[in-house]
């Protein structure tokens, strides 16, 4: 008595019914065969026997023994479904070794020849478990995205929850879109950049002209805006209107815009302008068309 393979039409049908369990998302796979007796094609019923093992020879059983009893065979042509359990095909190699006997009979099993061995489909089944993707949610396209919920194309998202931890700081504190390709920006909290990029205004200061006190302020390279943001000012000539600021950071290729506030004195206006001294800024304020060459004046200065 002997088993063959059914030949190549019938393994196309045999991958075919594999690749649609694992699909599936199941650990059984369909198993067909050729039976011969004496040189013939079988026609009677069998009760068959299967075992897994990790060898060719020897080697440990794998899974359970399933017993298929009763089981037809027509013109030598044999089916089942066997199961050997989620964890059958995890890894290593695996080799089926069939017995069968007459329906009904109790003699012992007669093995059919060699093991076979079980190739590529159904080591699919591992995919119901999905290595590296533990526990993902919708998570398309996702490389060890373990944990992950709703991280579509994440790569290395570990335990990211709708992409609300990015780089380990919230989403949140990002700048954000209020509506895809809307092209409005919507921003929370305050904005910062490094003193040596262009783009942002770097400083803006109020300050006042009596004392030199800061009132309003913005450091633009760490985003403080509470007085006096990081800025000294001090009045090196006295009670004059002569005022040094150190925004704590270089003034290398800023530029400054000085604006002071509107007051009248008579017929004139007050004035101011600046210069740059190392990584200071210096400015002077005035009143136009006045004797007094320096005066008291608040004024607002920014710095890009």
């Known amino acids: 008595m002997k088993i063959h393979p059914i030949g190549p039409a019938a393994l196309l049908l045999i991958l075919f019914l594999l690749s649609t369990a694992a699909f599936a998302q199941t650990t059984a796979f369909n198993f067909q065969g050729r039976l011969n007796d004496g040189g013939n094609a079988a026609n009677a019923n069998y009760d068959f026997q299967f075992k897994l093992f990790d060898a060719l020879a020897g080697g440990a059983q794998v899974g359970p023994t399933i017993n298929q009893s009763n089981m037809q065979v027509i013109g030598g042509v044999f089916s089942t479904t066997l199961d ?20 009904g009979s109790s003699n012992a099993y007669v093995v059919l020849g060699a093991r076979q061995q079980i190739l590529a489909v159904p080591f699919a089944v591992q995919a119901t478990g999905a290595v590296n993707a533990q526990n993902a949610v919708n998570a398309q396209n996702a490389v060890n995205a373990q944990n992950a919920t709703n991280a579509a194309t994440a790569v290395n998202a570990t335990t990211a929850q709708n992409a609300l931890a990015l780089g380990g700081t ?93 007051f009248v004195v008579g017929d004139f206006n007050k004035g101011a302008n600046f210069k740059f001294n190392g990584n200071f800024l210096e400015v002077f304020t005035f009143i136009s068309g006045s004797p007094n060459d320096t005066a008291r004046a608040n004024f607002v200065v920014f710095l890009y």
Do not use: H, W
Not at 84 to 100: D, K
């Open 84 to 103: 050997f359990g989620s964890n059958a095909f995890a890894s290593g190699n695996r080799f089926l070794e069939i017995s069968l006997r007459p329906a």
């Open 170 to 262: 919230a989403a949140s504190g990002y700048a954000r879109l209020d509506a895809p390709n809307a092209g409005g920006l919507q921003l929370s909290g305050n904005v910062q950049q490094d003193s040596n990029a262009n783009g942002l205004p770097k400083a803006m200061a109020y300050i006042a002209g009596v004392d030199g006190t800061i009132f309003r302020c913005y450091n633009g390279t760490t985003g403080s805006t509470v007085a006096p943001c990081g800025f000294t000012v001090t009045r090196p000539l006295g009670d004059v209107g002569v005022y040094r600021i150190d925004f704590g950071f270089p003034l290398a290729g800023r530029f400054p815009q000085i604006t002071p506030e509107y």
